[in-house]
């Protein structure tokens, strides 16, 4: 129905903005700091009718193919792209959503999300397969430079990190 509102954003508070579209004000829930115009997408259910904002396109495809998971909730899909579906699927936690629900999104996901870098997709997908640490996989991941590395070579990397 909508796709994006353009306006003065305001009250950027408790993952909610205000955004001022000649007027009108609309309470969009956000994962991030977003700018105009917010690219919105809209739920309806039978209580209420609740818009969701993201900062590109890229992210609204994203929290759409989240949704489209059973189980998995618009503040579930707002919380996943919050933390990052990169390190949700090396196994970083997130709120409401359990080692099951996590497996699930990176069989359901895998090869369909738009990622800044596949490398390093594939990359976290092969090291949360082997059973690695979640916290010190991502401390490592913070730590490398992977902008122009396969994805053996941040599996490489991280393990000769961790000294595995």
């Known amino acids: 129905m909508f796709n994006y509102l353009k306006g003065e954003i305001s009250n950027n508070q408790d993952g909610t903005v205000t955004v001022d579209a000649n007027g009108v004000g609309y309470l969009v829930y956000v994962c991030g700091e977003v700018k105009s115009p917010v690219f ?3 739920v ?6 609740t818009l969701y904002g993201f900062a590109n396109e890229r992210e609204r495809a994203q929290f759409r193919e989240l949704i489209n998971i059973s189980g998995i909730g618009p503040k579930g899909a707002l919380n996943i792209l919050a933390t990052g579906i990169d390190r949700v699927i090396a196994g970083e936690k997130v709120k409401g959503i359990g080692e099951k629900l996590r497996q699930k999104i990176v069989l359901e996901l895998t090869g369909k999300l738009p990622v800044a870098n596949k490398e390093v997709e594939d990359a976290l997908i092969a090291l949360a397969n082997l059973g690695m640490s979640r916290q010190k996989v991502m401390t490592v991941l913070e730590s490398l430079d992977t902008k122009d590395m396969s994805a053996e070579e941040v599996v490489r990397n991280v393990l000769q990190a961790r000294g595995n």
Do not use: I, Q
Request: charged share 10%; aromatic share 0%.
């Open 40 to 42: 919105v997408h809209l």
């Open 44 to 49: 309806v259910t039978e209580n209420s009718h």
